[in-house]
């Protein structure tokens, strides 16, 4: 995996590239609306709690909204608020197949102060994925090598349990709890 951290001047971008040994896209689109399934399974060392704030719809992710704790390397614990973007909004190019663009959201006006873009494709391993995510606000010193360390461990732990939780929620065919997603590119 390789990362690049640019910290001279806002935006702040941190971008990891991630090698995802048996996972495929479908697995991965599946998650993002899936989450609340294993949740802590993706970084259990400092992922704490999830849930549905908005849940995604059964015909879009667009507009869901989840808060999450997470430890982000040690205190403080953070409660944060994410929210599901339009693609076609991110500040961010897009170079892969697949995309989610994911904002921190502070209330009470879910002011937009930065992106999470993930992006990812089918490769002969598995899955190849980029994220960048680009903070809007200044981030306290080692905020943004943290932040690299919490994303390399949450890619590299998708082998660990996507696969096998992917495939027993392939029972589950109500849509209401098992919902579907593609957030492959149209071209």
């Not at 904002?103 to 494709?121: A, F, N, Q, V, W």
């Not at 996507?162 to 589950?172: E, F, M, N, S, T």
Request: aromatic share 10%; with cysteine; charged share 25%.
């Amino acid at each position: 995996m390789s990362e690049k951290v640019e910290q001279k001047s806002l935006p702040t971008d941190t971008v990891v590239d991630s090698e995802i040994q048996g996972v495929t896209p479908d697995m991965i689109d599946w998650w993002w609306v899936n989450m609340e399934k294993g949740y802590p399974l993706w970084e259990p060392d400092e992922h704490k709690s999830f849930a549905w704030e908005v849940p995604p719809g059964k015909d879009t992710h667009v507009g869901a909204i989840h808060v999450v704790e997470e430890s982000l390397g040690g205190p403080p614990l953070l409660k944060l608020r994410l929210g599901y973007q339009d693609i076609n909004t991110s500040p961010i190019p897009i170079t892969y197949e697949h995309a989610i663009l994911v904002t921190p959201l502070i209330p009470p006006d879910d002011k937009i102060i930065g992106y999470m873009l993930h992006e990812y494709e089918a490769a002969s391993f598995g899955t190849k994925m980029r994220s960048t995510h680009r903070m809007m606000i200044p981030l306290p010193p080692g905020a943004a090598e943290n932040g690299a360390k919490h994303f390399r461990s949450e890619a590299a732990r998708f082998s660990e349990f996507l696969p096998d939780l992917y495939k027993l929620w392939q029972a589950v065919k109500d849509p209401e709890i098992n919902r579907q997603c593609s957030l492959k590119r149209k071209k």
